[in-house]
Structures are given as structure tokens and as C-alpha cells.
């Protein structure tokens, strides 16, 4: 059974960094796309940031170019997002998710599997 099982939210104040981790158990890795999208209150979930299974095709939602850094490592399973000179507006419950597909990976029905989520918080 595959789980996704993010870390690394917290409270830090805006200009600050975070990074976020997101270990996937039970899974051949290397064959999933590897997205994290977030949640602010009152808000619908976002897009944020995928890396593909090929490690070569990384898309950012265009507020956080420049700023966040997706990166994976197959042999940890794990997949990070890290995060800096962030905002108030970076606020929400980010997640991680898992898809087999390699196109359309902006939209989040295309994700296989979720993890629960972590909660990062920046105070201006």
C-alpha cells in the first residue's frame, strides 16, 4: 500500500525558509511524478510545484518561481520542497502527491495518492 507522509511545516516568519519533506512508502518510486499543492483557508487546493518521474521536467505555479525548489531522491523515496524568502500568503496545508502520469501533472485529479498534509504558517 502506498503512503505519502509529508514533515517539515511549521511556524517561521515571512523572509524566512522551510523545507518540506514528503517520504513515499510501499512505492517503486522512481516510476511516480512527484507533486506538492497546498490548501489556505476559505481557498481551494493549488498547484505548487511537480518534478517528473524522469527527474528532468520541474513546473512552478508562477508565485513561487524563484523562490521554492522542488527536488527528489529515488534512493530515499523521498521527495522535498524547499521553501524561501516566503510570504504570509505561502500559508496554508501543503501536500504531497504521487502520479503516474508524466502530462497535465498541474491538475491535482490526475494524482494517484495524497498524503495528509503539513501545515506551514508565516507570520509577518
Known amino acids: 500500500q502506498v503512503q505519502l507522509v509529508e514533515s517539515g511545516g511549521g511556524l517561521v516568519q515571512a523572509g524566512g525558509s522551510l523545507r518540506l519533506s514528503c517520504l513515499c512508502s510501499g512505492c517503486t518510486f522512481s516510476r511516480y511524478s512527484m507533486g506538492w499543492f497546498r490548501q489556505a483557508p476559505g481557498k481551494e487546493r493549488e498547484f505548487v510545484a511537480v518534478?517528473?518521474?524522469?527527474?528532468?521536467?520541474?513546473d512552478y505555479e508562477d508565485s513561487v518561481k524563484g523562490r521554492f525548489t522542488i527536488s527528489r531522491d529515488n534512493a530515499k523515496n523521498t521527495v522535498y520542497l524547499q521553501m524561501n524568502s516566503v510570504k504570509p500568503e505561502d500559508t496554508a496545508v501543503y501536500y504531497c502527491?504521487?502520479?503516474?502520469?508524466?502530462?497535465?501533472?498541474?491538475?491535482?485529479?490526475?494524482?494517484?495518492?495524497w498524503g495528509q498534509g503539513t501545515q506551514v504558517t508565516v507570520s509577518s
Open positions: 518534478i517528473r518521474r524522469s527527474d528532468v521536467i520541474i
Open positions: 502527491a504521487a502520479s503516474t502520469s508524466v502530462v497535465l501533472l498541474r491538475r491535482g485529479e490526475l494524482y494517484n495518492y
